[in-house]
């Protein structure tokens, strides 16, 4: 190791450079000499912006952003420390102008510290325009991004308020004619209620530059009232339930359109105009009933409010059965004969009310064939029966069995 710091003469190089360290210390330390720097992009501070306002409703709409370069001179060790933010540059607006319009303006370049001086900047002066400070109101509307889904509407929105006032330069207000909220409605099923920013917008719908203008307030409550329509028949109840007469209704017309919150709407699946008396009602009656929605819903708009039920009574009914029920009554009876039943069913026709009919069953149906084997000879014989059926019904037509009789 000592043969390698040796060879490359480390110890002399070291010296060298520390030497030349306390050269440099001593020379700025009692010589200090002087020199020029150049800083960029330092930021121009606007005062009296709002005496500007106070004496002159005048508001600076542009010039707020302007940056400068200036040169400073001074001793080396000053500068050597003196950054760009310890510049502060300022102008004052408040100085020169007094009516709207676009000013040259000159700003002072100020310095942290003594010994320092401003020899040179770039521009010469700041750029500032100026405009009058109005107030204008303008109306809120709304943009849907699309249609209420079928079966659905939507009823008229409504805003926590219908127009915003709006402050600002005047050639800036002037290109304002509307505030617009945009609400994505697709696939709204349920009334929406919602606080939603909005943008100022010029008479072409597009955005306008609110950099200057000042608002009332900042959102507006928006409520969209989400209905659902729903078509439901028209139902009469025949009362009382247990009567014989066959009624059926028409009722014209057969249906109506109700509207409401889809909760209430979804629940209901008719509507009951009232009650027809079966007892009373004859065949080609028509009754009168006003159209009474539940509560919570109400008619589409254009549909009817009453309907005409028209009462049909239904003349007899026929229908025909299978019976099983079948027995023999013989009168006057020969101890000798063998009397037996050929028939084991018989189709018998009632007629009846359609209710009424309704009702029976084939067991409820029964056949007597009377009989005198006495009086009868051997072999088969064709032998009338009497049909029992439920009461209010009729048997229609006559029903015959067939008998076989044998003696040893």
């Known amino acids: 190791m000592k043969n390698w710091f040796e060879k490359h003469d480390i110890f002399t190089r070291l010296l060298s450079v520390v030497a030349a360290i306390v050269l440099w210390g001593y020379f700025m330390g009692i010589q200090n000499p002087t020199r020029t720097l150049e800083y960029k992009d330092i930021s121009v501070q606007l005062t009296g912006v709002d005496e500007l306002y106070n004496s002159y409703n005048l ?6 952003d302007e940056t400068v370069d200036v040169r400073v001179f001074g001793s080396s060790s000053r500068l050597a420390t003196l950054t760009a933010s310890q510049i502060k ?6 100085e020169s102008i007094t009516a709207p319009g676009v000013y040259e303006i000159a700003y002072h370049v100020i310095l942290p510290e003594s ?21 204008k109101t303008v109306p809120v509307s709304l943009n849907l991004s699309d249609d209420a889904a079928k079966g659905y509407v939507f009823e008229q929105p409504t805003l926590s308020v219908e127009s915003v006032e709006i402050s600002g330069p005047e050639t800036a207000l002037d290109k304002v004619t509307s505030a617009v909220i945009n609400i994505d409605t697709s696939d709204l099923k349920d009334t929406l209620t919602e606080n939603y920013t909005y943008k100022l917008v010029d008479k072409n719908g597009q955005a306008v530059d609110t950099t200057n203008i000042s608002r009332s307030v900042a959102s507006i409550a928006v409520t969209i009232p989400v209905k659902q329509v729903k078509s439901v028949p028209l139902k009469v109840t025949i009362a009382p339930e247990n009567a014989e007469t066959d009624i059926s209704t028409t009722i014209s017309p057969k249906s109506v359109e109700i509207i409401g919150d889809p909760s209430t709407v979804s629940g209901i699946d008719s509507i009951v105009l009232g009650a027809v008396n079966a007892n009373t009602a004859e065949d080609g009656d028509t009754f009168e009933f006003d159209i009474s929605v539940p509560t919570g819903v109400r008619l589409n708009d254009g549909q009817p409010t009453s309907a005409t039920v028209t009462v049909s009574v239904a003349s007899d009914a026929r229908e025909t059965f299978e019976i099983t029920d079948i027995s023999l009554n013989d009168i006057n009876k020969d101890e000798n004969a063998e009397v037996s039943l050929e028939t084991n069913s018989l189709q018998v026709t009632l007629s009846g009310t359609r209710k009424q009919l309704e009702a029976v ?4 149906i029964s056949a007597v064939a009377e009989i005198a084997s006495a009086d009868l000879s051997d072999g088969q014989h064709t032998i009338g029966a009497t049909i029992s059926s439920p009461d209010n019904t009729t048997v229609i037509g006559t029903y015959s069995v ?3 009789i044998t003696r040893p």
């Not at 069953?361 to 409820?364: G, L, M, N, V, W």
């Open 402 to 404: 067939t008998v076989r």
């Open 59 to 64: 508001k600076v709409i542009s010039g707020a």
């Open 89 to 94: 540059v300022k102008a004052d607006v408040s």
């Open 115 to 135: 010994g320092m001086t401003c020899v040179g900047r770039s521009p010469e002066t700041i750029s500032v325009t100026v405009d009058s400070v109005e107030t």
């Open 361 to 364: 069953d084939a067991s409820d």
